[in-house]
């Protein structure tokens, strides 16, 4: 029972930081700060502590009952370690030398936006169907 509740709370906090993080909190780091690399490393640094809310949120469903029916806790969580651990380092390769296996900076940048636009669709159907039961 309070692993069950434990999982819908971190699922919760994750679903809507996700949302928030990619609606109102990068955006306005790019409006408000001058210098866009800083912005750009903050808002880099705010999708990491993202990644690992999703792997933890994935990782108590995980042991919770009901994990079947969050099949797209774990596509999202999965889809943002994709993020973390491999786009990352290839926009980071592309941004120091122009490109990364034969991509720039932006569009290495463009396939990380859809992979987080398919998390957040991913982890709105949870919601949605509201699977946290």
């Given at each position: ?19 928030a ?18 912005a ?23 042991l ?7 099949r ?39 396939v ?22």
């Amino acid at each position: 029972m309070i692993l069950r509740n434990l999982s819908r709370v971190v699922f919760v906090l994750f679903a809507g930081s996700l949302w928030a993080l990619a609606l109102w909190v990068a955006p306005t780091l790019f409006f408000a700060q001058g210098d866009r690399h800083l912005a750009g490393l903050l808002a880099g640094r705010l999708f990491s502590v993202e990644t690992y809310l999703g792997l933890a949120s994935a990782g108590l469903a995980l042991l919770s009952p009901g994990r079947a029916q969050r099949r797209w806790l774990f596509a999202a969580a999965g889809l943002l370690a994709v993020n973390e651990f491999v786009l990352k380092h290839l926009m980071e390769s592309a941004h120091a030398r122009g490109t990364a296996l034969g991509l720039g900076f932006g569009a290495w940048h463009g396939v990380s936006a859809v992979l987080y636009v398919l998390a957040a669709l991913g982890v709105l159907s949870v919601v949605w169907k509201d699977h946290l039961r």
